[in-house]
C-alpha cells in the first residue's frame, strides 16, 4: 500500500516535470519587444491566454506551429484613447483596429463616457468582442448629469455629487477621469472644478487624459491646464490627439513641448498621445460654432440662429473660426463624414455646399451654411488645419504614443476619418518606412509598453514570459494604411496575424470567428479609496 502511495506520487512528479505541449507557437519572428530594444530573432511559445517562452529557438511540441518568415512580432497595440462604442455593437469584431494590430482600445475619451459605467461594461462583456477595451469616465458627462449643459458655476453641493459619480466611475473600473474642455459642456468648467475631479480619480490611482479646451489660438494656455490639472490634482495627465490648430498657430508645438519637458523636469507626469494626420474630426458644431451658441442643448441653439441679432453675431464667430482655427482658413479644408439629414453630403465640402446653394464659397457664405447644416440636424466633419511639420515634431518626442481618436465604423457607411482604419498602420507604413521619422523599435514602444504603463496595466504591452498574450504579426517592408479622406473603407494591410489573449483574430490578413477579447478594468475597481 505504502509502495503504490509512493509510485503514483512518483508518476505525478514525472507528469509535471513534463510540460504539456503549447498551444500556439510563432517561428521565426523578428521580435519587436515592445521596450524599445532592438529586435531580435526567436520564437515565442503560448500556452492558455498567456506568453509561456521567447527564445532564439523552440523545439518542444505544439498544438499549432505559425512560421512567420521573419515578419515582425510584436505585442498588440493599445489604443489609449478611442469613440470604440460608436459602432462596436454593430460590429464587435472590430475589425479597423484588428487588422491594424490593435488588441486593447480604450473609451470614455474627450469629457465623454457612459454613465454609470458599470452597465456598459457589462454590456462589453456580454457582446463578446474581438479585441480588449476599457474606458475613463467622463468630466463632461458627470457635469452634464448633476448641471445640465448650462454655463453656470458649481456649488459646493454639485461639486460632491460629481465627485461622487467620479469615484462610482472609478470603482465601477474606469482607468481615469476624461475631459473635453472643448465641448459642451467642458467648456463651461473652470480649471479648480476639474481639479476638484481629478483628485477624485487620483485618489484611485487613476489618470487624466485631456482634450484640451483650445487647440489653436489659445493652445498654450490649455498646455498649461492640462499641465494644472496633472500637477494639482496629484495624479498622472495626458494631452490628448496632440495637435496645433489654424495656420496662424502653425509651428507652436515647439512651445507645447518645451512646456510638457519643462513640467517633467519638476516632477509632473504628463504625456501626450497623437494621430498621425493633419486633419481632425469631430462635429461641424462643435468645431465652427462659438460655445455659447450651443449652450443649453440644441431647443436654445436653434431659438438663438432664429433671433436676427444673435445669428449676425453667431455668423460672425464661425467665420473666425473657419478662417483661423478649424476651417484651415478655407471652407474647402471642411470635409463633410456624415450627415444624418442628407446622407449624399458624405465625403463633399463645406465649400461644394455653399456652392451647391446657389453662393460663392466665400468663409461668410460658408458661415450660413454652417449654420443651416445645424438646422438641419447637424453632420461630423473632417478639418484640414494642421501642419505635417508640428505633426511630425509631436511624433517624435519621447513621451508621445500613438492613438487613433477612431471608432468602429459599420463597413461602408459614410466618410469617417481615416485615423479608424489607418492609424497604427501609417505610423508604420509612412513614419517609420518611407519618413524614418522614427526607428520600428520605437514605434512598436509607442503603440505598446507606452501606452501600457500609462494605463497601469502590467500584463499587456511587452512580449515577456507571463505576459497576456496579445501579439500583432505585420511585415515591416508592406504594412502600410490605405484608407484615405476620399476613401476611408478600405483596411490596412501587411499584419498577417493577430492574436489577443492567446486566441488568433486575424490569420493570413483576414478576420476568424474568435471573439475572445475581455473587458479591463482599471485601478479602481472595487476598490475604497
Ligand atoms: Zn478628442
Known amino acids: 500500500m505504502r509502495h503504490a502511495v509512493i509510485a503514483a506520487a512518483a508518476v505525478t512528479a514525472l507528469a509535471l516535470a513534463q510540460p504539456a505541449p503549447y498551444d500556439l507557437l510563432i517561428k521565426n519572428g523578428r521580435i519587436v519587444d515592445g521596450t524599445g530594444t532592438p529586435w531580435f530573432t526567436g520564437d515565442v511559445a503560448i500556452r492558455g491566454d498567456a506568453i509561456a517562452k521567447i527564445a532564439p529557438s523552440i523545439g518542444e511540441a505544439a498544438a499549432r506551429v505559425i512560421d512567420v518568415h521573419g515578419q515582425v512580432v510584436a505585442p498588440g497595440f493599445i489604443d489609449i484613447h478611442t469613440h470604440a462604442r460608436r459602432g462596436i455593437t454593430q460590429a464587435p469584431t472590430a475589425p479597423n483596429y484588428a487588422r491594424q494590430g490593435v488588441t486593447t482600445v480604450m473609451e470614455g475619451p474627450d469629457g465623454s463616457s457612459p454613465l454609470p459605467l458599470a452597465p456598459f461594461l457589462a454590456q462589453m462583456e456580454a457582446l463578446k468582442i474581438s479585441i480588449n477595451i476599457g474606458s475613463f469616465v467622463g468630466q463632461g458627462s458627470v457635469r452634464s448629469a448633476v448641471i445640465g449643459d448650462v454655463n453656470r458655476a458649481a456649488t459646493p453641493v454639485d461639486i460632491q455629487k460629481m465627485v461622487a459619480l467620479v469615484e462610482q466611475g472609478m470603482k465601477d473600473g474606469a482607468f481615469g477621469l476624461s475631459t473635453g474642455l472643448f465641448y459642451v459642456p467642458g467648456t463651461f468648467t473652470p480649471t479648480a472644478e476639474v481639479i476638484a475631479l481629478a483628485q477624485a480619480a487620483g485618489r484611485f490611482g487613476g489618470m487624466h487624459e485631456s482634450h484640451q479646451r483650445d487647440d489653436a489660438a489659445k493652445l498654450i494656455e490649455s498646455v498649461n491646464e492640462t499641465i494644472a490639472i496633472g500637477e494639482q490634482g496629484h495624479l498622472p495627465t495626458q494631452i490628448s490627439h496632440a495637435k496645433v490648430v489654424g495656420v496662424a498657430n ?58 436676427p441679432g444673435s445669428r449676425e453675431k453667431a455668423k460672425g464667430g464661425i467665420a473666425a473660426m473657419i478662417r483661423d482655427e478649424r476651417g484651415g482658413g478655407d471652407p474647402k479644408n471642411v470635409q463633410f463624414a456624415n450627415c444624418g439629414f442628407d446622407a449624399s453630403l458624405a465625403g463633399k465640402t463645406l465649400a461644394d455646399l455653399t456652392i451647391t446653394r446657389g453662393k460663392a464659397a466665400t468663409i461668410r457664405n460658408a458661415a450660413e451654411t454652417v449654420m443651416w ?124 496575424h493577430v492574436i489577443v489573449n492567446g486566441q488568433v483574430v486575424v490569420e493570413n490578413g483576414e478576420l476568424t470567428a474568435a471573439r475572445p477579447g475581455r473587458v479591463l478594468y482599471g485601478p479602481g475597481k472595487g476598490r475604497v479609496p
Not at 468645431?287 to 436654445?300: D, H, I, N
Not at 503603440?447 to 499587456?460: E, F, K, N
Request: net charge positive.
Open 373 to 496: 447644416i445645424v438646422e438641419q440636424g447637424g453632420c461630423q466633419g473632417i478639418f484640414h488645419a494642421m501642419s505635417e511639420r508640428d505633426l511630425l515634431r509631436i511624433l517624435r518626442h519621447p513621451v508621445t504614443m500613438i492613438a487613433s481618436d477612431g471608432e468602429v465604423p459599420v463597413f461602408g457607411r459614410a466618410n469617417p476619418h481615416p485615423r479608424s482604419y489607418g492609424t497604427f498602420a501609417r505610423v508604420l507604413g509612412v513614419y517609420v518606412r518611407e519618413k524614418k521619422a522614427l526607428t520600428l523599435e520605437d514605434a512598436v514602444r509607442k503603440m505598446s509598453a507606452a501606452p501600457a504603463a500609462r494605463l497601469g496595466l502590467t500584463d499587456r504591452g511587452v512580449l515577456r514570459p507571463g505576459m497576456r498574450a496579445d501579439i500583432a504579426i505585420f511585415d515591416a517592408a508592406a504594412v502600410r494604411d490605405r484608407a484615405t479622406y476620399e476613401k476611408p473603407h478600405q483596411y490596412a494591410e501587411g499584419f498577417s
Open 250 to 307: 502653425w509651428g507652436r508645438s515647439v512651445d507645447m513641448l518645451a512646456l510638457v519637458d519643462a513640467a517633467r523636469a519638476r516632477g509632473v507626469d504628463v504625456t501626450i498621445d497623437q494621430y498621425p494626420y493633419t486633419a481632425s474630426s469631430t462635429s461641424v458644431a462643435a468645431a465652427l460654432m462659438p460655445a455659447w451658441v450651443l449652450e443649453g442643448g440644441r431647443a436654445a441653439t436653434l431659438a438663438r440662429l432664429k433671433d
